[in-house]
């Protein structure tokens, strides 16, 4: 296990209510899941931080295998042209692209840039594996890591590298296809809600804010602490105009041609950021049980006394523990104080903390305290698995509330947009409103920095927020990372 | 489950014996482990070959986390400033580099290149992070892609994109180094020995073979069915001049500055084509089951008679094995014959058919044929589980057996190079000698376009075989990939 020695000269972290954005920056770095790295833009992801990243993985990955995708891997560099095949999609990405010119030690004929998303080199290839109905629907995920030139950057927000995975299917019908959209939105959301718990609000974006290339984009979105939006995942119905750009013609079941209709959907690395800015608090991270590197991190404490028992029986709990299938750390480092490493392990957002000292031994138990405060409890040795496995579930439950009750408080209903503005300008949440669809309207947002998060799909109010004509589809507006 | 119609179309493979650089590319496409991509040098690594990827991922992660390293995850661009602060290193590594000169539409004022191994970020970071002695080891490892700008590729073996993993590490004396190399390296060996089931040849590499930049280089190679050695990993002592590079100085148990000993070692998904290479025959793959997608393919004989009971048996077979921890595919597509299946999946190279007809299900039985031909029985329904999963484990011995067979066949030992020069025209395997250790000697391997492979851990020679001046150390000379 590595941590550096110069976590010892931790500064005090920034106050999270009074400023949010350097609490946020430097509990990243002090907690270890990431660091800056010397290329302008992209990070360094600690092993810390990656392993959220792979329990996230497994989690989503086993899902999108029981969901009938299989994983492949396509290049990481695409000939230019190809971007190019589809209009609105170059024009959405041309700005950030990362372009290789030479390679080899000579000037390459035609550049190629560093993925920004794989929809054309994997449309490419369908067009090579789709020759009839019979090859419908294929359904291909892609873990990697795509690179976007983005000008202002922020650990897991918004990086020039970020990692991510990228689902490519195509269809025969295009009520497959929005089946599909919806059917992967619903395991992201299920993804954000019972193992990062984190609460979110669903719906489908503006045309200014869908997905370049996309006929519709759904999203789903969470409310951070300071009243932001954070887009947390995104599903595309992918515009027809791709399967023709690659020429993905096939064969249908009458034996006319026919071009399949296309989705991707992906989250990014992006989810750690969420999960911080969600449960976070003054001490530091809180991370939720069900993808926490460590879910339970046991302290020894060490007099001279009985040293050699404590450790003796630490280690015993911590095999215990392992064969309950707990993710445990035993720290045993003798050049810190006890009290170093509670304030370590709180920064570190372990969800458990097991105290056992010389005293402890004696009276058969050891003491259990969480990272929520809401309990701290003795307990005998024999009921320490079963404790443990029931805690942490309680754990992850109350961090959904705690999330869901904030959500709701965040979120309101206004009818006007004379009725919010000022609260916008105070970073003060969500707002569920009525919308004309025009795009007039949505543009009036900007003055304060915000945009619709979504369409819902529900009308519960008249009028639109600004032109007060007819209502059409209520909308969530929020500023947002 | 994907399998395009195209596949109907499959020529018959180029014979393996009379061609087999041309069956190894055929069989690579049409067991659709990979196909061709638009980008030049790269492929595409297709579900069923990024199946095989992902278990040797899975066998292998486990193990580097059981020795005490942590995932991470670094840029993927390297400013070139970085490579060239150690002098070797650019040498070996700049006529190979992909250079990203633009982005965010502006020229960059310092080209970044695209990874060609990650050394030196790698190092920048350890920089940051090493203090003093209590910070190492350092022990840390990515999986990832790297480019490198080949100008002759073929899928897996040599490709200009290729994934792997790169462990990194820093120690505090050389000999705790020296162990770390060769750990790994035996971690290497037991991965390509106990789960691909080929065997190899381990040792030191020449000056001339070594990484760019090490001190020392240890390799693992196997001997192909067509008698080349094939490199499958290798493990390197990093000379220090990259510690004193990256100022990685700290403070020793002394209070003394020091600098850090460092190792790197990887594996690449050539390790996909090694396996291909050494088990194939004449009718495609044969995967060795520990990292076959499927090991056990069910194929229902469907007449028009008991149809549904046949596939309803089929399918409880599926589940029965699920349950037994056994990776099975149900192939019961209607508009392919048996005969079709059985050519497709032995193609594909799973290990172990069972075949289901009204017949059978009559006599309470199955018919169980395993892809090596050693086998052909009558399974009852009960006693499914215990037979498979014990015939698995068997195919993967005689795996094994067989290609450890052939490389002691294809190993000669040879005191000159006039006794083994025309038979290496011929590529007729690896040969052991002795060797002075001068370059000359070594160079003279070039008009046979072989190589030393490696330095053996032994002396069975009195001589060099070239000067027959006093032999030094043995080596194994062959023709390579």
Tied chains: 1, 2.
Excluded at 141 to 154: A, D, H, I, K, L
Excluded at 173 to 191: H, N, P
Aim: proline share 4%; charged share 25%.
């Amino acid at each position: 296990m590595f941590f550096p020695e110069s976590l010892k000269m931790n500064n005090k972290l920034p106050d999270i209510k009074t400023d949010f954005a350097a609490w946020y920056q430097e509990v990243v770095y002090q907690a270890e899941l990431a660091d800056q790295s010397p290329v302008r833009g992209c990070m360094v992801i600690r092993p810390y931080g990656w392993e959220i990243w792979e329990n996230i993985k497994t989690v989503l990955d086993k899902r999108i295998k029981e969901t009938g995708h299989q994983n492949a891997a396509f290049p990481l560099l695409i000939p230019e042209s190809f971007l190019k095949k589809e209009a609105k999609h170059v024009e959405g990405f041309s700005p950030e692209l990362a372009v290789v010119t030479h390679a080899g030690g000579n000037k390459l004929e035609e550049p190629l840039v560093v993925r920004p998303t794989s929809e054309t080199i994997i449309h490419y290839m369908f067009a090579q594996w789709i020759r009839s109905w019979r090859d419908l629907p294929m359904k291909i995920n892609q873990w990697c890591s795509v690179v976007r030139w983005e000008m202002r950057t922020r650990p897991f927000l918004r990086t020039t590298e970020f990692f991510w995975q990228e689902g490519h299917t195509a269809h025969e019908t295009q009520e497959e296809a929005l089946e599909e959209v919806k059917m992967m939105l619903d395991e992201y959301v299920k993804l954000a809600q019972n193992y990062l718990a984190i609460p979110v609000i669903t719906g489908r974006k503006s045309e200014s804010e869908k997905f370049a290339g996309a006929d519709s984009t759904y999203t789903l979105e969470g409310i951070m602490q300071d009243g932001k939006a954070l887009q947390m995942g995104t599903s595309h119905c992918i515009s027809q105009t791709f399967a023709k750009a690659f020429n993905m013609a096939f064969q249908d079941r009458e034996g006319k041609n026919s071009y399949p209709y296309l989705t991707s959907w992906g989250i990014t690395t992006r989810l750690i950021g969420a999960t911080v800015m969600t449960h976070g608090d003054e001490k530091g991270l809180v991370l939720p049980p069900k993808i926490a590197p460590f879910q339970v991190v046991i302290i020894p404490i060490i007099l001279k006394d009985k040293k050699e028992e404590v450790l003796r029986k630490a280690q015993e709990i911590k095999e215990q523990l392992i064969k309950c299938g707990v993710r445990v750390h035993l720290d045993n480092d003798e050049h810190k104080t006890p009290g170093a490493k509670f304030y370590q392990w709180e920064l570190k957002g372990v969800p458990l903390r097991i105290e056992i000292g010389p005293r402890d031994l004696q009276n058969g138990q050891v003491t259990l305290v969480d990272r929520l405060g809401i309990l701290k409890q003795a307990l005998t040795f024999d009921s320490l698995c079963d404790t443990v496995v029931i805690s942490l579930e309680k754990l992850q439950h109350e961090m959904f509330s705690r999330a869901k009750l904030r959500l709701n408080q965040m979120l309101h209903k206004k009818a006007k947009l004379n009725d919010f503005a000022k609260e916008l300008e105070g970073n003060s949440g969500a707002y569920q409103t009525g919308w004309c669809q025009s795009s007039e309207c949505e543009a009036q947002l900007k003055q304060y920095k915000a945009t619709i998060r979504c369409l819902l799909n529900e009308k519960t109010f008249e009028e639109c927020f600004y032109c007060h004509k007819k209502n059409i589809v209520d909308i969530i507006v929020a500023k947002a990372y």
